[in-house]
């Protein structure tokens, strides 16, 4: 297990390797050169001819820009030629691996990945507790066991660490405040970096699974689109110019005090009939609790919803058009090109799928576009690989990470 005395000793030979087996590293790139990284990361491999059309360089140019990538291993030129009878250039999967951590009230989730954000492995630990001694305790259990896991990625050394954190993160380091382990003004990015002796990148958990929907996932054709999570809480983040947009406030939580229904229940801070009233899974259960006259877990709510009864379904009803609500809001006022709905409840949006389009359509203008309303079931592991694409972007573009 990791943590246990065995996984330390672990740590202790990896570390011994590590001084010796150092991952290629690459300056931070920028202009024609990042362009280059990014069109092959996202969409290679690529032959140089289209990726000279793709970008509007000539041959030459691209030849230039692409070598300092091979030399510094983050490029690779695969066998055999490709459409236009030259090697095709992909990014070096195979010398780097990325490991992503997902912190939740009383766990750790963590995936190791390649260079393009595919899950080689997946590990998890329970929290003993939630102080950051604990937290770090367990994170670094997990990415030591991770490291020296030869099977997972054929035993490339780990370049970077990233781990998501639901609350507000500072300077992709310090957690200023996150609500479900009670933390303030916390610098988990130090504290893990000291212990591992590897880059390690903080950052608010929607934001980071944002940049997964941009880089890898369903987004990825879009440049303009927004992320609603529901689960615990209420998340939202939104990518405009193939930008994440992250403000000060990202991370607290904002759309959470959105007013949907008028005779709703009342959150903990008072908001009648607000999304953290109608929307996350402790909402939907106590008013699922108070109409069945008993205790109900979410999942339970669904199903007895899905069943036909009467009561449970009355309340999946509300909250699914609640939810398509705060989709008609997000897709009125920022107009993206997708809203993707995810997050550990995003069941409801499945139950509730026609209360939900039902409420989105009775929100928009009739002249409007129908909104791309992509549900994503992701699980722990997805949030974990969010924030390891978090890290890889921060590998490959330094300080402007998007």
Same mark, same amino acid.
């Given at each position: 297990m990791p943590g246990s005395?065995?996984?330390?000793? /672990?740590?202790?030979?990896?570390?011994? #390797?590590?001084?010796?087996?150092?991952?290629?590293?690459?300056?931070?790139?920028?202009?024609?050169a990042l362009a280059v990284a990014l069109e092959v990361l996202r969409h290679g491999p690529l032959s140089r001819s289209d990726?000279?059309?793709?970008?509007?360089?000539?041959?030459?140019?691209?030849?230039r820009l692409s070598r300092p990538l091979v030399d510094a291993g983050l490029l690779v030129e695969l066998e055999g030629p490709g459409t236009s009878g030259s090697r095709p250039l992909d990014v070096a999967t195979g010398r780097h691996r990325f490991v992503g951590v997902k912190v939740t009230a009383d766990a750790v989730h963590a995936v190791a990945t390649d260079l393009r954000a595919r899950t080689l492995a997946v590990r998890e630990q329970p929290l003993v507790g939630t102080s950051p001694a604990d937290v770090v305790e367990?994170?670094?259990?997990?990415?030591?066991?991770?490291?020296?896991?030869?099977?997972?990625?054929?035993?490339?050394?780990?370049?970077?660490?990233?781990?998501?954190?639901?609350?507000?993160?500072?300077?992709?380091? #310090?957690?200023?405040?996150?609500r479900y382990l009670r933390w303030e003004d916390v610098d988990l990015g130090e504290l893990l970096s000291d212990r591992l002796g590897l880059p390690v990148v903080v950052d608010n958990d929607v934001l980071s699974l944002a940049r997964a929907e941009?880089?890898?996932?369903?987004?990825g054709a879009c440049d303009h689109f927004a992320v609603l999570t529901i689960g615990e809480g209420v998340g939202y983040a939104l990518v405009v110019h193939d930008r994440v947009v992250?403000?000060?406030?990202?991370?607290?939580?904002?759309?959470?005090?959105?007013?949907?229904?008028?005779?709703?229940?009342?959150?903990?801070?008072?908001?009648?009939?607000?999304?953290?009233?109608?929307?996350? /899974?402790?909402?939907?259960?106590?008013?699922?609790? !108070?109409?069945?006259?008993?205790?109900?877990?979410?999942?339970?709510?669904?199903?007895?919803?899905?069943?036909?009864?009467?009561?449970?379904? #009355?309340?999946?009803?509300?909250?699914?058009?609640?939810?398509?609500?705060l989709v008609a809001l997000v897709a009125n006022t920022t107009m993206p090109q997708k809203?993707?709905?995810?997050?550990?409840? !995003?069941?409801?949006?499945?139950?509730?799928?026609?209360?939900?389009?039902?409420?989105v359509a009775a929100d928009r203008d009739p002249r409007a576009r129908d909104v791309d309303v992509d549900v994503q079931a992701v699980g722990f592991a997805e949030w974990a690989r969010g924030a390891a694409v978090t890290a890889i972007q921060t590998s490959v573009l330094g300080s402007r990470v998007l």
């Amino acid at each position: 297990m990791p943590g246990s005395p065995s996984a330390r000793r /672990v740590g202790a030979a990896v570390t011994r #390797r590590r001084r010796c087996v150092t991952p290629a590293r690459w300056a931070p790139l920028e202009g024609s050169a990042l362009a280059v990284a990014l069109e092959v990361l996202r969409h290679g491999p690529l032959s140089r001819s289209d990726l000279a059309r793709r970008l509007d360089l000539s041959r030459g140019s691209l030849t230039r820009l692409s070598r300092p990538l091979v030399d510094a291993g983050l490029l690779v030129e695969l066998e055999g030629p490709g459409t236009s009878g030259s090697r095709p250039l992909d990014v070096a999967t195979g010398r780097h691996r990325f490991v992503g951590v997902k912190v939740t009230a009383d766990a750790v989730h963590a995936v190791a990945t390649d260079l393009r954000a595919r899950t080689l492995a997946v590990r998890e630990q329970p929290l003993v507790g939630t102080s950051p001694a604990d937290v770090v305790e367990a994170v670094a259990g997990l990415v030591t066991d991770l490291d020296g896991d030869t099977t997972a990625g054929g035993g490339a050394p780990v370049t970077a660490v990233g781990v998501g954190v639901g609350g507000l993160v500072e300077g992709r380091s #310090r957690v200023r405040s996150a609500r479900y382990l009670r933390w303030e003004d916390v610098d988990l990015g130090e504290l893990l970096s000291d212990r591992l002796g590897l880059p390690v990148v903080v950052d608010n958990d929607v934001l980071s699974l944002a940049r997964a929907e941009q880089w890898f996932g369903a987004a990825g054709a879009c440049d303009h689109f927004a992320v609603l999570t529901i689960g615990e809480g209420v998340g939202y983040a939104l990518v405009v110019h193939d930008r994440v947009v992250a403000g000060p406030d990202a991370g607290v939580g904002l759309l959470g005090h959105v007013p949907l229904a008028p005779t709703g229940p009342t959150c903990p801070l008072g908001h009648v009939g607000c999304a953290d009233a109608m929307l996350t /899974v402790g909402g939907v259960e106590a008013r699922a609790s !108070v109409a069945l006259r008993r205790p109900v877990a979410y999942a339970d709510v669904l199903a007895l919803a899905a069943a036909g009864d009467p009561a449970a379904a #009355r309340v999946v009803e509300d909250a699914a058009r609640a939810l398509g609500r705060l989709v008609a809001l997000v897709a009125n006022t920022t107009m993206p090109q997708k809203v993707v709905v995810s997050g550990d409840g !995003v069941a409801l949006a499945e139950t509730g799928r026609a209360a939900l389009l039902a409420a989105v359509a009775a929100d928009r203008d009739p002249r409007a576009r129908d909104v791309d309303v992509d549900v994503q079931a992701v699980g722990f592991a997805e949030w974990a690989r969010g924030a390891a694409v978090t890290a890889i972007q921060t590998s490959v573009l330094g300080s402007r990470v998007l």
